[in-house]
Each structure stands twice: as structure tokens, then as C-alpha cells.
């Protein structure tokens, strides 16, 4: 996926754009308003993330240009592309104005990476749901708006299952679908078919696009099922083919190498706020000077706290009240602007590129409360969305329930708001409410309904729902009552120890565990595996067959399987769940993972929605 990055902090620029990168997608950067404009006129981007003060042109009317559509205004190609505003003013007031203008999301500096991520996939998978993007693979293209496939221009008849599969492997080229997977996701449970129809259905949609020129589209992966076959592209604009995709580890080392590159930089806008103290001091401040000094101030709240200077950031943002207020700065103040300013200071020269606090592997994870609010009620969801926001609850909204089933897909949330109903399908609340009960009995669930039917309660009761609310009621109660069910069902969390020596696999797993509230304990080699086991004393072990990278003699002689015989020989772990993950296909591998006490085996490559399920059903049959 494209996206454009506009933000006049460099160094901080290239952070996002570090971040970025190292998650697969293309970032076009421009240095201020203008720039961007020229670009977002030029190009088609997924999505656009945007300083909310620029140079040139500023956030607020650079959102407001490209929503404009009269006659004119040539149309922007990108006027319903997604954007994530960034600034260092939180006021309720400036995230209004943002919203109004034409942004989509509104992120307030310093900026986490963790959130900020969460947020760009939050975005496109919005505008996927509503936009339905033209769908290429070479000189195929699947056009969701009219439901039509064509190769080099002309168009190809397929069936509406065909369709279906095609467009499925199109939006998702880096997933393995195997048949039941299929079956999930392109079939309702009345008319699922047997696994071997699911085969001759892409059997007959690979023949129609070969009589079609198109060639091989799909791969078969051994005992897992199709995946979309890459092609060979050409290297994105902004990625050199010597671009290093970044690991954890090297992003952080890339923030300290930014940082250190930056310090003189950012020392150098430090002074101009030590000159315009100095000019308040001597009652010679000119407004030019106050305004500079302001912008500079505004710069640093974001970019020392993405570097994770938070009390420097803190400092910059007291500076920068002081300097914007419209009446004329007391000498109390000014005294106080001189402490700030030596204190920020000192916090900037103290500083080691060694201590970024939000990318240190033992760092915490703080989680934020996920709702999915599922509401025709538009209006009132939006309400609903804008009061949980501000209690630091993380909201979705669905406003059908397809669009709720695609959320559901992608993560689930810690406790869904649900509406039971919707126009012309009375029932259809009460059916989605018991297929979450089927597949996830542990999902807590909110019933808000204007409907009043004892039969409805009763339903809903049996469904596992865990509150009744009736409409009209105050937003406040809404969140009360999500709030105290969240409490309700938010279990210990669960430590897992993970054995692998892939460093690249121990990121991803982290990647799809971490966000699920899991405590993990990391191992890449066997050697402190023992004394790590007997310190975390963890609920599930996921262990890796092959364990070859170790240095140490003995433990480069261990593999998985020893590991599982020796805890199983321990009174203490012999009921320890074990998974094994491997990409070993073997019968008989598989059978002496079995033999030696393993209680799951997952293969490789890893699929989170699998791997989350297998790993809680492990804990729950615990």
C-alpha cells in the first residue's frame, strides 16, 4: 500500500517513515504543505498522514482543499483518501476543527508508534470497506464497483463463486486460504459445499484466467492450501533495492542513530526559544520572534516525546502555552520561562541514545480498551465513539453487519455494543448475537436496543449477552456499563514462553500475541531455558522443533522435541501445555512431537487467526 507522509520535522519524519517501511508499505515524504499537495495531485495513495502545521500550506486547509468538489476545482484524485492528522495541540477545540475540515483520525504528538500504527491500519481497512479499490495482479483487474474481471482490457465471464475466490486472493495476496477457510469465508453454513467442490471451483477459476492469457494466478502450498503467487515488481520510488526492512531491533538502533544525527538540530531550535526568552527578559520581544519561538516549541512536544524524551516534551509543551497566550507574558512568567528553558536543556544534553523507553524490549504494553460498536444509528454511534475516545477506550463502528463481521476478522475487541435492530431484517440482530456466542462464548457482549420485548431480554439472555440496555439512555451510562462488563470479564493475564531460535519469527509472534494482553518471555536459544522456566512459571509453552543457532555445545544439540521429554520427566511441568510450531510436514516428525507430550502442533508459515485460536484453546483446556 502507498502512502504519503507530509511533516516538516525531518528526523521525525523519518522515523514514521522507518516505521512504515518496516511493515511492507510504500512512503512517499514531503517537508511541507505544498509539496504534499503537488504529490496528492500526481498520485493515488491509500492513505495520508498529515502535520497538522506546515509550511506553506497548513493541515487544516490542505484537508479542506482536498475534500473541495465544484466546478471550479479540478477534483483531487485522492479527495477520499483517509487522513490521519498529527499536531502537538490537544485542545478539544483543534481536534474539531481537524475533523471538521476533512481528516479522518486525529493523533495527538508525541506520537507512539505502537497506537500510531494501530491507527494506519485502522484507516485503510475503513477505506477498503467503503472505497472498494480497483484490485490488480499484472494486467488483471477486478473492478468491485460493477463486479467485473478483465485481463489486458478485456473482460472475462466468471461465476459468482469464481468472482468471489478471485477477489478474496486479490485483497489478501499474502494469506493461504485452505478449502475450509474458503468455505468460512465465501459460503453461509446452509449451503457450504464438500472441500472437494471448493477445489473444483478454483480449478475451474485458474482454467478460465489461462484460456484468458492471464497464466498461473494461485500456488498450492503443501497441506495448507492457495496462496496468491507474487510477481516480480519493480522497487517502490522510496524504497532503494538496499533498503533494509527494519526489525525491532533495528528500528531501535535506527531511532538512536536519527536521534544522535538530529540533536544539533533540535539544539539548534532550542535556541531560538533561549532568544526570545532573552528578548522577554529584556522587554525587546518582536511578535516574529514569539511566533518563531512558539513554532519551535510546538515542533519539540512531538518529536523529543517519538523519540521518547517524555519530560522534555512535557517542558517544551509548558513553554509553548506561555508563548501563545494573546495577553503580554508577566515577569513571573518570564522567570518561569527561563527555568523551562534551562531545565529542557538539561534534559536534551542528558539524553542517550541508548534510552528510547517506548522501543526497549522489556517496555510495557499498555492496553487500551477495544469496543465495537455495532449500530445502524450513525449519529448516535459517532456520539458514542467521540465519549469513549475521550475515556481513552479504543472504538470502532460498524454500522451494518457485514461491516461488523469484516472488523471481527481482522482482531477481536475486548467487548462489542450491539443494536438488535436493523431495517428490514428484524431478526438479523438475535442471529449475529448467536453466531458470537458460537464462535467466541467468551466475547463479552452489550444489547442497546429502542425495542421493548420481554422475548428479545429472554433471547438475548440465553445468547450470553451480559447487559440489556434500553434506548433512549445517556452516553455516559453506555460507557459505565461497557466499562464494568470489561472489568467483569477481564481474565489474569497469561504468560507464555516462547522457544525459538528465528529471530524474525519470535518478532511476529510478539507481533500477534502482545496485542491480546498475553505476558510474553522471549528464548532464542535453549541454553538459560531451565532457569527461564522456573523464574516466569508460564501457562503455555510454544516450542520450535529445531533449535540449531545456539553457541553453547550442549544446547546446540537440543532440539524441541528433548525439550518437551525433559518437562514432561518433571512432576512440576508435566501438565505444562505444549505447542509445537514448526515448518516440518513430516508424518512421523509430527507423531514424535505427539510422543514426546506436545498437546498441539502448528506448521509454518504462521496464521494469526489459527494461532491465536490454537493458543487460547490450550489455556482454556488447561
Known sequence: MKLLLIEDDESLAQLLRATLIAQ???????????????????????????????????????????????????????????????????????????????????????????????????????????????????ELCLNPNNCQVTYQGQPILLTAKEYAILELFLRNPDHIFSASLLIDRLWTSDEAPSEWAVRTHVKGLRNKLKKAGVGEIFETIYKLGYRLKRREQESPKEQSPTSPILTPSSLTTFIS???????????????????????????????????????????????????????????????????????????????????????LQQEMQSASAGTHPAQTSGSKVIHRTSLLIVDDDAVLARHLATKA???????????????????????????????????????????????????????????????EDFADRLEAARLGSKLFLQKPIAANQVLKAVTQVVQQSSPIPQKLLIMEDDQQMLHLLRHLLQPWGYHLTLLD???????????????????????????????????????????????????????FLSAHTDAEIVQQCFAAGGDDFLYKPVIAAELLTRVRNRLEQR
Not at 522443533?545 to 553453547?552: A, F, G, Q, V
Request: hydrophobic share 45%.
Open 24 to 138: 511492507n508499505y510504500q512512503v512517499e515524504l514531503a517537508a511541507d504543505g505544498q509539496q504534499g499537495w503537488d504529490l496528492a495531485q500526481s498520485s493515488v495513495y491509500d492513505l495520508i498522514v498529515l502535520d497538522l502545521i506546515l509550511p506553506k500550506l497548513d493541515g487544516i486547509n490542505f484537508c479542506k482543499r482536498i475534500r473541495l468538489q465544484n466546478g471550479n476545482v479540478a477534483r483531487s484524485p485522492n479527495q477520499n483518501t483517509p487522513i490521519l492528522l498529527l499536531t502537538a495541540l490537544d485542545s478539544v477545540m483543534n481536534k474539531v476543527i481537524g475533523l471538521d475540515a476533512g481528516a479522518d483520525d486525529y493523533m495527538v504528538k508525541p506520537v507512539n508508534l505502537d497506537e500510531f500504527m494501530a491507527r494506519v491500519r485502522s484507516l485503510l481497512r475503513r477505506s477498503y470497506i467503503t472505497r472498494s479499490p480497483l484490485l490488480e495482479w499484472g
Open 257 to 343: 542513530d536519527v536521534w544522535e544525527e538530529m540533536r544539533e538540530t533540535y539544539c539548534d531550535r532550542l535556541m531560538i526559544i533561549q532568544q526570545a526568552v532573552t528578548a522577554l527578559k529584556n522587554g525587546q520581544i518582536s511578535a516574529e520572534l514569539q511566533q518563531a519561538a512558539e513554532y519551535e516549541a510546538h515542533t519539540l512536544i512531538g518529536s523529543l516525546g517519538s523519540f521518547g524524551l517524555g519530560e522534555a516534551s512535557r517542558i517544551s509543551r509548558q513553554i509553548q502555552q506561555i508563548l501563545t497566550q494573546a495577553e503580554s507574558i508577566s515577569a513571573l512568567q518570564i522567570l518561569q520561562l527561563v527555568h523551562l528553558v534551562n531545565a
Open 389 to 451: 475516545a475521550m475515556q481513552g477506550i479504543f472504538v470502532e463502528v460498524a454500522t451494518d453487519l457485514q461491516q461488523a463481521e469484516s472488523f471481527l476478522l481482522d482482531k477481536l475487541p475486548d467487548v462489542i455494543l450491539l443494536d438488535l435492530n436493523f431495517p428490514g431484517a428484524p431478526a438479523s440482530g438475535l442471529n449475529f448475537l448467536a453466531k458470537l456466542y458460537n464462535q467466541h462464548p467468551h466475547l463479552p457482549v452489550l444489547v442497546l436496543t429502542a425495542k
Open 525 to 579: 536459544s535453549p541454553q538459560n531455558f531451565w532457569t527461564t522456566l522456573s523464574q516466569t512459571d508460564p501457562d503455555l509453552l510454544i516450542l520450535d522443533i529445531e533449535l540449531s543457532d545456539s553457541t553453547d555445545s550442549l544446547s546446540s544439540t537440543i532440539n524441541g522435541i528433548d525439550l518437551c521429554q525433559v518437562i514432561r520427566n518433571d512432576f512440576r511441568w508435566q501438565k505444562l501445555p505444549i505447542l
